[in-house]
Structure formats: C-alpha cells, structure tokens
C-alpha cells in the first residue's frame, strides 16, 4: 500500500486562515515539533478527495475573457521553474534523500520564495507569470506528497544521448554530485498502490499563496497569472507502475488524480500550464528501444487522457509546454517535432509552449504552421534556451519571435518565452538565478524590438 499521511497545520503571523497553513507530512517524517499542530481528525490516514462535479470559476473565466494574446504588443512569459534560494533547495534535497527535515520550515521558505520570485518576474517585464514552482521540490516528483499510491524507489534507465557518449555521462555525474539536488531520474517513487489525489487543501493553499504574491506586489502585477501541472504521461512514465495491470488504467487514474489539480488552479483564475515533456522526451527514454509507432501511440494516449482530464475546464485557460527534457546533453536521439506534432496538436487547450531556442530544435518552429489554430490558439514560442549561460542579444530574441510571427501569419497569436523551466528539479538548474533574471530582461527587450517589427501597437 502507498504512503500514510498526516495533515499538519503549520501558523503564520499574517495567515488569514485561524487554522493556519495545511500540509500532508508522511507519518515517517514528521519533525518532532510538529505534532501540536495535528488535529485529531487529520490523525487518521487522510481520506481521497472526492471528485468535485462542479467547478466555480471566477468572474475572469466565465465572463469569457480569454488567454491573453499579443494585442497591443509581444507578450513575455515562461515555462514554469524559477532558481530556488538554496536553503530551500537544500531542504527539498534533504528531504528527497530520506532525511527528517522540518516541515514548517519549507512550507516558510516556499512561501517567502513565492513572494520574492514573483516580484522578480515583474521587475525583468514578464507579462505572463507564475509562482516559480517555489513550494515544489520538482516538476512532478512533488505529486507524491497530494497523492496516494507512492513508494519504494527505482532508476530510471539513461536517456539515450547520455548513454551514447561514456565521457560525457561521467562529466555529468560529476557536475550533478557537487551540489545539493533533488533527482527525478534516480530514487524516484514508484506506484505501489492505488494513485488518488489525497486532499485538495494543499494545491488550493499553494494557488492562494501565489495570491497573495501578487496582491503583495499591488498594481505592478501579471498582465496574466499562470501555475504549472504536470502531464499524466510523464509521471506515467517516469514513477513506474507496479500496481495497475496495465499502462491505460494507470494513465486513467493519474488523469483523474491531477484534474484535481487542473481544476483547482483555473478555479483560482490562473491559466493552466500542462507541462507535457514525455510528449517528445520519452521517444528516447522509455521508447528508445522500440518502434516510433509505438511511442506515438503512447503520446496520442497521453493527450486523450488529458483532454479527458480537462473536460470541465474551458480550452483557452488551458496552455501545454512539450519538450525534449530540460538537461544540457547531445540531445541527437530527440524525435523531430514534425513527427510528433499530430499527436501533441490533438490537445484541446488554448496554446502551445514549445521550443525554438536550443541548438537542436531551433530549426523546427516551421512547424508550427501545421499546429491547428481555428480556435483561436497561441503559440509561446521558445526564445530563450535555459541550459546556457549566454546571456541572448535582445535582437535575437527579436529574429526568433519575427520568424514565428511569419509562419502563423498573425503576430498577435504569438508570446516570447523559454524553452523550459530554469530549475525544474530543484537544484538542477545550469544557469545561477543572477544571469536567470538577465536573461528574462533580454527577452523582454527582444520583445519590445520585435513588436515594433511586427507593427503592433
Ligand atoms: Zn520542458
């Protein structure tokens, strides 16, 4: 059976909430502080959420205001992970190696971390920001903390680029064994039991937290708020099945386990960003042995469980970023977007979050021509790469977002972006957080030079 849970209420000075702030601890790793905070009743194990028949948007979504596009002038966002403080880090590692750590003090530094990040973002000019994935320790492995059915631990097997050059991979292994991380290639949980959303009261805090972020930072927010969820294909994929006879029924229960998720964040006003990687990436890892058919039947699963999972959620609050995997590698095993693309377009959401930035892909934002747009769709293409250290010239930024432009024909229906997050396990990332923040300022310059191109405004 999966992990048994305890659900803690962890006091604030300034909570609104008399009860203060909940979070689900795994009965082995409470601090011993944090017991006076239990309740009585959140002794037991937690009970699964029931699913919610209705969902009650705020005025924005049903007063059909839509995804923000171009308008007046280039849009700026990104893809979701943003540099952790390393005491924040260092506790997600902690904790990720099995070590007892202290709960309250990464729920406290989660939300200092919101507050800070997102004020970072609307100083470099994002337009379309987020809450940095601060009180995450990575991109999916924190499911295991909201949802039943996790345990044990496994390998994940190497990414074929990385195992075609020996050199390179012993490189790696160095430079990742240097500094505290949380992996999401190793030690990652497995499925061992039933996969359900354990309580809702932990996704709904984390969208109140980033809230208040931003009432914090008055009227010099977000043109739009977005959070990020994962794709129940990579978790598919990357937290193994042991429990589910087959790869459909496990898809099926993580599809309806992350609803909860998707439902809460657009419940809170945000746009839900799908953060879809196994779309692209799992060609060369859990498929890199088998026939391309294969793995687009995998990908045209995974986007029916997520047009499953969004059934109540109106598509242009929903965006989806696919990748190759957000690693500094060869990278000459990725499946070439062209043959991938029909899969990822059968997705019923508002936009495409996809890469044009990196070495590898930079050529294939031609595609995007054969991305369905009768819906109004976006594309936030990827202008700035996240696995370098070069700061990219505003004039660059400018030719990568003209040349998008060009290919849809409609300048409006394109944001700048990133190619994918900057720390989306934490600790990972290969940029420091000072030339992070220079490098979302240049885009926001290559931005403003590619509107005026274009003639908006
Ligand atoms: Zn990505």
Same mark, same amino acid.
Request: hydrophobic share 40%.
């Given at each position: 059976?999966?992990?048994?849970?305890?659900?803690?209420?962890?006091?604030?000075?300034?909570?609104?909430?008399?009860?203060?702030?909940?979070?689900?601890?795994?009965?082995?790793?409470?601090?011993?502080?944090?017991?006076?905070?239990?309740?009585?009743?959140?002794?037991?194990?937690?009970?699964?959420?029931?699913?919610?028949?209705?969902?009650?948007?705020?005025?924005?979504?049903?007063?059909?205001?839509?995804?923000?596009?171009?308008?007046?002038?280039?849009?700026?966002?990104?893809?979701?992970?943003?540099?952790?403080?390393?005491? *924040?880090?260092? *506790?997600?590692?902690?904790?990720?190696?099995?070590?007892?750590?202290?709960?309250?003090?990464?729920?406290?530094?989660?939300?200092?971390?919101?507050?800070?990040?997102?004020?970072?973002?609307?100083?470099?000019?994002?337009?379309?920001?987020? !809450?940095?994935?601060?009180? @995450?320790?990575?991109?999916? $492995?924190?499911? @295991? #903390?909201?949802?039943?059915?996790?345990?044990?631990?496994?390998?994940?097997?190497?990414?074929?680029?990385?195992?075609?050059?020996?050199?390179?991979?012993?490189?790696?292994?160095?430079?990742?064994?240097?500094?505290?991380?949380?992996?999401?290639?190793?030690?990652?949980?497995?499925?061992?039991?039933?996969?359900?959303?354990?309580?809702?009261?932990?996704?709904?805090?984390?969208?109140?937290?980033?809230?208040?972020?931003?009432?914090?930072?008055?009227?010099?927010?977000?043109?739009?708020?977005?959070?990020?969820?994962?794709?129940?294909?990579?978790?598919?994929?990357?937290? *193994?099945?042991?429990?589910?006879?087959?790869?459909?029924?496990?898809?099926?229960? $993580?599809?309806?386990?992350?609803?909860?998720?998707?439902? /809460?964040?657009?419940?809170?006003?945000?746009?839900?960003?799908?953060?879809?990687?196994?779309?692209?990436?799992?060609? #060369?890892?859990?498929?890199?042995?088998?026939?391309?058919?294969?793995?687009?039947?995998?990908?045209?699963?995974?986007? /029916?469980?997520?047009?499953?999972?969004?059934? !109540?959620?109106?598509?242009?609050?929903?965006?989806?970023?696919?990748?190759?995997?957000?690693?500094?590698?060869? #990278?000459?095993?990725?499946?070439?977007?062209?043959?991938?693309?029909?899969?990822?377009?059968?997705?019923?959401?508002?936009?495409?979050?996809?890469?044009?930035?990196?070495?590898?892909?930079?050529?294939?934002?031609?595609?995007?021509? !054969?991305?369905?747009?009768?819906?109004?769709?976006?594309?936030?293409?990827?202008?700035?790469?996240?696995?370098?250290?070069?700061?990219?010239?505003?004039?660059?930024?400018?030719?990568?977002?003209?040349?998008?432009?060009?290919?849809?024909?409609?300048?409006?229906?394109?944001?700048?972006?990133?190619?994918?997050?900057?720390?989306?396990?934490?600790? @990972?990332?290969?940029?420091?957080?000072?030339?992070?923040?220079?490098?979302?300022?240049?885009?926001?310059?290559?931005?403003?030079?590619?509107?005026?191109?274009?003639?908006?405004?």
């Amino acid at each position: 059976m999966g992990q048994a849970y305890f659900l803690i209420y962890v006091k604030f000075s300034d909570s609104a909430d008399p009860r203060g702030v909940p979070v689900l601890v795994p009965c082995s790793s409470t601090s011993p502080h944090s017991n006076r905070h239990i309740r009585p009743a959140a002794s037991r194990r937690y009970r699964a959420v029931r699913a919610s028949p209705k969902i009650h948007y705020p005025d924005n979504v049903h007063g059909g205001e839509p995804m923000l596009k171009s308008a007046k002038r280039i849009l700026t966002t990104h893809t979701g992970s943003l540099p952790r403080p390393p005491a *924040l880090t260092a *506790l997600y590692a902690s904790r990720a190696a099995g070590e007892t750590v202290d709960e309250e003090a990464i729920v406290t530094a989660g939300r200092e971390a919101t507050y800070d990040v997102v004020a970072k973002q609307i100083e470099a000019a994002i337009d379309v920001g987020n !809450n940095g994935e601060q009180q @995450r320790e990575a991109f999916f $492995l924190y499911v @295991r #903390h909201r949802m039943s059915g996790f345990g044990g631990a496994w390998h994940r097997r190497p990414f074929a680029d990385v195992a075609k050059y020996p050199g390179f991979r012993a490189w790696g292994d160095v430079v990742d064994s240097g500094r505290p991380s949380v992996s999401n290639r190793d030690g990652v949980p497995k499925a061992i039991g039933a996969v359900k959303y354990l309580d809702d009261v932990l996704v709904h805090d984390e969208c109140r937290t980033f809230r208040k972020a931003l009432d914090a930072c008055g009227d010099a927010g977000f043109a739009e708020p977005f959070m990020t969820a994962p794709s129940p294909g990579i978790i598919a994929a990357a937290m *193994l099945n042991e429990f589910y006879d087959t790869e459909d029924a496990y898809l099926a229960a $993580l599809g309806e386990a992350l609803r909860v998720e998707y439902e /809460a964040i657009v419940s809170h006003g945000f746009l839900l960003q799908i953060d879809a990687p196994d779309l692209a990436l799992e060609r #060369h890892v859990s498929y890199q042995d088998r026939p391309i058919g294969d793995f687009i039947d995998f990908a045209e699963r995974v986007v /029916a469980t997520i047009n499953h999972a969004l059934r !109540n959620i109106p598509r242009d609050r929903v965006r989806l970023h696919a990748c190759w995997g957000n690693y500094e590698a060869p #990278h000459d095993c990725d499946v070439d977007l062209a043959e991938i693309l029909p899969a990822i377009a059968q997705a019923k959401v508002g936009a495409w979050v996809l890469p044009f930035a990196n070495p590898r892909h930079a050529h294939e934002y031609r595609c995007v021509a !054969n991305l369905p747009m009768d819906n109004g769709q976006l594309v936030v293409a990827g202008v700035i790469d996240p696995l370098t250290s070069f700061v990219e010239h505003p004039e660059v930024v400018a030719d990568r977002i003209e040349r998008v432009a060009q290919v849809i024909g409609d300048p409006t229906r394109v944001l700048a972006g990133t190619d994918c997050g900057f720390d989306t396990s934490a600790g @990972r990332g290969r940029v420091s957080p000072d030339v992070v923040w220079a490098k979302l300022a240049a885009m926001a310059e290559g931005a403003k030079i590619a509107s005026k191109r274009l003639g908006l405004g």
